[in-house]
């Protein structure tokens, strides 16, 4: 799907493909890709530049966890079994991280934990029409400092589109 939206904070308008996953409208990339996941071309090239930022530019700060769950559980694509297992994973780390404020550098190991039995995993219905924010929400920031406001403020909406099924998250990380 094409569509036209204006950006947030009053930039000029994008022509652009609307993200199956998080319903973002950018630009898409001069070069063909094919997103891993349920993402336009578009929105995982404006990914990858956040990533790029994260691992080059700011030393892959602790927020890059956040980043990456965020985005997982923002585009969970089609029900299948690995897509069941991701979107699993990274709700649990949402739930760490936004929820329980759990440093990024133990989230590997509570993860390890929640996952250690993965037999209670199961499809959750992605949240629809949310009011999520997106990556075009945090691409663009000056620095680092603004990097991991950006990150946490997106984090926190989708952890929040997802309120449905909290508890059920809740359960899969042993809470």
Not at 2 to 19: D, F, W
Not at 69 to 96: I, N
Not at 142 to 157: I, L, M, Q
Request: overall charge positive; aromatic content about 8%.
């Amino acid at each position: 799907m094409t569509g036209e939206l204006k950006e947030r904070g009053g930039l000029a308008r994008v022509r652009g493909t609307a993200c199956p996953g998080c319903g973002a409208v950018l630009r898409d990339p001069r070069v063909a890709m094919s997103p891993p996941i349920a993402a336009s071309a578009g929105c995982w090239a404006a990914y990858g530049d956040v990533v790029g930022r994260e691992y080059s530019e700011w030393a892959n700060p602790p927020v890059h966890r956040l980043t990456a769950a965020t985005y997982a559980a923002q585009h969970p694509g089609e029900r299948t079994d690995k897509a069941v297992l991701s979107v699993a994973v990274h709700l649990v780390a949402l739930h760490f991280m936004v929820e329980r404020g759990i440093e990024a550098g133990r989230v590997p190991r509570e993860i390890g934990r929640a996952v250690a039995d993965p037999s209670e995993f199961r499809w959750l219905e992605p949240p629809v029409d949310p009011t999520w924010q997106t990556i075009a929400d945090v691409r663009g920031a000056r620095d680092v400092k603004e990097h991991t406001g950006r990150v946490h403020r997106w984090a926190r909406s989708v952890w929040e589109a997802w309120s449905p099924h909290h508890d059920v998250i809740r359960k899969w990380s042993g809470r």
